[in-house]
């Protein structure tokens, strides 16, 4: 990310201000920032910002919501010239979701991607997020949104959403 | 938004034309297959399948647009990435032949879904190195999606098989009637050729012997016979299509036929 870069660019760090009020449409608790889908606001060589953006899943339905309301937010603001720009290389993965957003999903009832997902393969022994028991199961690797799977508690007996790891 | 085209400027006008129609496969591949699968919505045989289901369709779906929007820029003539997907009739799409097939019962759509799973599997990785960076881009973003699916259809392939007499008779046979679509998988032609030496897909052959192997451990895991590698006389690659893919276009193309430029 270019904040750093970026760090005396008054313009820059109020556009990064401005995208963390921008919220996921399927998580409201979350913003874009907190999910790690905007990659870069950066100044260019023509003085004009330009924002990176990257889709989550490759159709996610909520991709175009995200960057119309990204799109209003800085039109808004007063940044109508600044550029939306897709991102897709480096591919997403939920390793980007901030520690901030992990809290924000815990709290909201959805176990957030543990802290690597790297290994894909074993599955991840969730606590649950109602009552923090870890004797929870898989339901489906699939769930009501691309980014979520379904699994319930045997403690509380709660199902829960879990935030997959990719 | 602008995504930047890594096409090399210029370039002879076969490779282009051979790219373009490169694209075209992966993408109406995923595209049918999105479409099959979410013909299952509100009919597959648990609630949790319905939504796994719907899920990989959407995923494919969504990797059929990467792919026939770069198909557009490639092409050059004013078509978008829904004027691809929905005004051209069957003979100029250019999918596996196994990706049109219907879904038949759970197991029919299980093992069509665990052999493509396992071809994009070989064909992303060894499109992640491309020489075209934005087939590498696509590609890097839908491997990680397809290992998710594949996880899925392999997980099933296994219950299937090794489950009960039942679902084990119904597997073998969802296996052997969809088996004589796989050497078109593999089986390189002109365009696969220049890709490969352009350095821009993978080389088949050696794609080929490593989804084998996995097909063939897979099977065994899932206490199925593999069976014999079969004569190649399918060419959905080349346009030339079964009986299935006019009636899945029919229904996927309705609405934009009868009310030609309709938005919602």
Redesign the interface.
């Known amino acids: 990310m270019s904040a750093v870069e970026n760090a005396g660019n008054a313009s820059v760090e109020r556009v990064w201000q401005l995208l963390e009020t921008v919220a996921d449409p399927e998580i409201p608790v979350l913003s874009i920032v907190d999910l790690g889908i905007v990659r870069y606001v950066r100044t260019a060589a023509d003085g004009r910002l330009r924002v990176g ?1 990257t ?1 989550t ?5 909520a991709t175009a919501a995200i ?1 119309s309301a990204a799109r209003s937010a800085l039109d808004a603001a007063g940044f109508a010239d600044a550029a ?10 939920s390793d980007w979701v901030s520690p901030d957003g992990r809290a924000k999903l815990a709290a909201f009832g959805i176990a957030p991607p543990p802290d690597r997902a790297a290994a ?2 074993a599955m991840p022994q969730l606590r649950c997020p109602r009552c923090g028991s870890p004797a929870t199961e898989r ?6 949104t ?1 980014c979520k799977a ?1 699994y319930r508690c045997n403690a509380c007996r709660e199902p829960f959403d879990h935030f ?1 790891c ?1 | ?3 930047a085209a890594e096409v090399p400027a210029g370039g002879d006008a076969a490779l282009e034309a051979a790219r373009l129609r490169y694209v075209l496969r992966l993408a109406d591949t995923s595209l049918v297959l ?1 479409q099959r699968l979410g013909e299952w919505v509100g009919h597959a045989p648990a609630l ?2 319905d ?2 289901l ?2 990989l ?7 059929a ?2 792919l026939l929007g770069y198909a557009a820029e490639l092409e050059g003539r004013g078509r978008d990435e829904d004027a691809l997907a929905f005004l051209r009739d069957a003979p100029q799409f250019l999918n596996l032949t196994l990706a049109e097939q219907p879904n038949g019962d759970f197991a029919d759509t299980i093992v069509r879904q665990w052999l493509i799973d396992a071809w994009q599997l070989e064909i992303y990785t060894g499109l992640s190195g491309s020489a075209d ?1 934005r087939l ?3 590609a ?3 491997l ?2 397809t ?2 699916h594949y ?2 259809s392999g997980g099933w392939l296994t219950r299937l098989g090794d489950g009960t007499d039942e679902s084990h008779a119904r597997t073998q046979r969802a296996l052997e009637s969809l088996w004589r679509f796989t050497e078109e998988l593999f089986a390189p032609d002109e365009v696969d050729e220049r890709m490969s030496a352009a350095g821009i897909a993978p080389p088949l052959a050696e794609a080929g012997a490593r989804w084998r192997e996995r097909i063939a451990a897979d099977l065994r895991r899932a206490t199925l016979p593999c069976p014999a590698r079969q004569p190649h006389p399918w060419h959905g690659k080349r346009g030339v299509h079964t009986e299935y893919l006019g009636h899945l276009l029919a229904e996927m193309q309705h609405l934009q036929r009868t009310y030609p430029g309709a938005r919602w």
């Open positions: 953006l889709p899943y490759s159709g996610c339905p960057r939306l720009e897709e991102v897709l290389a480096p591919p997403w993965s894909l393969s339901v489906s690797e699939f769930g009501s691309p379904h997959k990719i | 938004m602008s995504a999105g949790e399948e939504l796994g719907a899920n369709a959407l995923d494919l779906i969504g990797q647009r990467l960076g590498a881009a696509i890097a973003k839908s990680k999606e290992r998710y996880r899925f």
